[in-house]
Nanobody
Framework: QVQLVESGGGLVQTGGSLRLSCAASGSILSINFISWYRQAPGKQREWVASIKGGVKTYTDTVKGRFTISRDNAKNTVYLQMNSLKPDDTAVYYC??????WGQGTQVTVSS
């Protein structure tokens, strides 16, 4: 199975932007459904966004601010995050159906 590795997190001020990357160890052409999740300190992991074929879906709290996309040529799925808020602070993970959780990438939004 193709392994996914997250990167791109960091520290940003409120209102700032980050682009997270989910790089695959092989071709992602066979992966039709990839999602981003996040886990804030002391909270359960929650779903953020998914891309299935050409269809993109988002949790309500990030609609209009986050954009999920994929670049098959680079075997990478992205999560563009704009207008970041302190509540977006979390470890972000990407996951394919039937896959396992990776290390994630930390996003910290300062107020």
């Amino acid at each position: 199975q193709v392994q996914l590795v997250e990167s791109g997190g960091g520290l940003v001020q409120t209102g700032g932007s980050l682009r997270l990357s989910c790089a695959a160890s092989g071709s992602i052409l066979s992966i039709n459904f990839i999602s981003w999740y996040r886990q804030a300190p002391g909270k359960q992991r929650e779903w953020v966004a998914s891309i299935k074929g050409g269809v993109k879906t988002y949790t309500d709290t990030v609609k209009g601010r986050f954009t999920i996309s994929r670049d098959n040529a680079k075997n990478t799925v992205y999560l563009q995050m704009n207008s970041l808020k302190p509540d977006d602070t979390a470890v972000y993970y990407c996951l394919q159906l039937g896959g396992s959780w990776g290390q994630g990438t930390q996003v910290t939004v300062s107020s």
